[in-house]
RNA sequence: UGGCCCAUGGUGUAACUGGCAACACGUCGGUUUUUGGUACCGAAGAGUCUAGGUUCGAGCCCUAGUGGGCCAACCA
């Protein structure tokens, strides 16, 4: 027996592939090859999980290559910021590279370049090369410094790299094809002048390389085996090629790159450029606000890297676009935090609770569980007294039966405590509820082991002594954006799509236990969500953020008992269902094994009796490949008109398809055409 | 007047390389539960974009079409 085949992804395919067909294990490295321009985000965490993820599969390193060829926007708090997140997610690299390492190799092979008249001078303006570029449908045109000499080429290339001139008086071009329908090999730029500062070389050079000359000549130099990249850079893979043909030796490991579909998410953006944009109007506090979808965003919002790890792991690696559903993320982070979250009890929305048979002035010290998904865990201790805070959400003077929570009369338990009564409540002037009066059962102590103790009640609630609380602030959010492709309308800037209820800030109340919650502690207030110590946080004043929410099915069910409309559903689908099921077994029909045909066939007519005419007559139009389907709307049609009673002739179009089917080359179409 | 890439349930990925379309999220039921959480069980939901072709047999191979994406920064 052959072993269950483990799936692998198009690109472990290509290393596997690759590996068998004589790379060795040995030869085999990636890379990680962010911009210093901005922080990374959830969509980098695809990437750095592919790169990385197959340099653990195959124990190959992986470098983390910064690509800083451009000084104008490139900086070293992105550096710092860059590795931070790699590592926190988990990941170690074998070295830290930077393009800018590799400025002198570049520049010599570039010299190679012009002698070998791959490589010239032009002197022109941007616009005058944009013109003759010529467009994707339309072929470009060489400019007139196309044909200069190589002496010339060599002294003004000199001189560019020694400052003689100013910016954008000279760039150097590589000299491929005016013509060719992929734009980027209509000799691409390799070089600009740039008198700026760059954050590592300093004042060492005014002409930097661009991307395309960069990117694989590092990965050469690094001998990188697979140079993973996204989707956009496909049209650049000719180029990557064709200058890697330009220095290859030969001798050693020859790159490649391969490309892969970028992350979308729904609710959010990904853009670098316009996250910068939220960061500098001022939308988000910073790179690393918790509505972010930057790694350092998620982080400070209590996300774990097992989690962004799993999620990634489960997007999968393909070449077609997708969108995500943020839904999956959650999941993730749910999915984690469920496993490893002290659990807590805190009121966000508070009314008071006031047990009145609990003897004033009397509190006790009840034990609870710190997490029952994980009893080594362990417990504390929650005081408790006569006067308590609830969710104000938790009671409602009467409600359906339906309804778990506190009503007048009816009975919850509060949870690792006692089981109360609802009994009155006191309003105010407005009609507001400010109190709630109750009663509980003294022998119903939870833990206790009392026959009281056990008894069931159909809600538990959560509640915090009120003297004993301890205030904090409490940062809800929400998604950033209301609309589901918040960059998808070309109409629309999508700012405009800001949710302006993406944060709100509350005080919450506590159990005491809290107070020594350091930065970055995640807990789950439990039945309400998940939630972390903001860096924010000091013992004087806590803040916590709120990670996600706990999955709601009490919050789903309630509106739908407003509007409710008469549904036709149950009827529509015993409706589809004759059809539906027939279509169904008809599919794989001329695939199945004889024995196994026949019963289905004789299925399908036994159905076919409770069709209608239109029914039978949307078989006809079946596309001729599908014979299963042909098949099955033949047998139909015979059977409908048997148990109608009804000629084929009468049925408009039956006698043409059933000629087809007899007609066809497939010898069990015929079979059933034939009767 | 182009080139390249892509097309499988609502979403995302599979289908051992041509043999009865699976897994996860989501949705809907149910069981358990001192969290309306978790866990567990179950269901609905895909004729694999269209039309041809090759084949005993096509999601997979071929052709044409349709739809979507990318390509004209001295950005990466």
Redo the contacts with the bound molecule.
Sequence with gaps: M?E??K????LE?IVEDDLANGYTREQLRFRF???P?GYLHIGHCKAIGISFGLGEKYDAPVNLRF????P???EQEYVDAIKEDVSWLGYKWDKVCF?SDYFQQLYDWAVLLIKYGKAYV??????E??EQ??????AGVAGPYRDRSVAENLDLFERMKAGEFK?????LRAKIDMED????MRDP?MY???HKEHHRTGDAWCI?????W??GESDYIEQISHSLCS???????KLYDWFLDQVYTGKDLRTKQR?F?RL?L?YTIMSK?KLLRLVEEGVVTGWDDPRMPTISGLRRRGYTPVALRNFVD????????????V??L???I??DL??IAT?VMGVLDPVKLVITNYPEGNEEVLEA?N???DPSAGTRYVPFSRELYIERE?FKED?GN????LTLGSEV???????IKGESVVKDASGTITEIHCTFDPE?????GTEA??R???????WVSIQHAIKAEVRLYDRLFNNESPDGDPEKDFISFINPDSLKVITGYLEPFMANATVGDSF?????GYFNVDLDSSPQNLVFNRTVG????????KP?QQPEQGQPKPQQ?QQ??A??T???L???L????EE?RLATISDIEKLAGTLTQEEVI??F??????????M??IVSLYAFAKAHSKEISNIPGAEEFIQKAKED????LQDVAIR
């Design positions: 052959s269950a085949h799936s692998l992804n198009f395919q090859p962010p911009e321009n690509d800083d060829t451009n104008a926007k490139e393009s032009d002197s022109q303006s941007s616009e090369m944009a570029k010529g467009t994707p449908t339309q910016e954008g008086e000279h760039v329908p992929n734009m980027l730029l600009r002048i740039l930097y390389p661009m991307y395309d960069t990117h989707l956009e850079f496909k049209p650049h893979r490309e579909a979308n729904n450029r489960k997007v999968g690696v393909a070449k077609r676009e997708n969108v995500i559903d839904s999956l959650e999941f993730n749910r999915e469920n496993k659990r569980d997490n029952p998904e938790d409600a339906k309804y778990f929570r338990r509060l949870k690792n405590a006692y089981i119903s102590r939870s833990g206790s103790s056990k069931t009640v159909k809600g538990t609630l959560h789950q207030f439990q039945r309400l706990l999955r709601d099915s009490w919050a789903k069910q739908k689908q589809a269902s059809l539906s027939i279509n169904k008809g599919k794989k001329a695939n199945l094994p196994k949307g078989f139009g079946t596309a001729s490949k599908k014979v299963g389907t042909r099955a709307g080359k497939n010898e069990l």
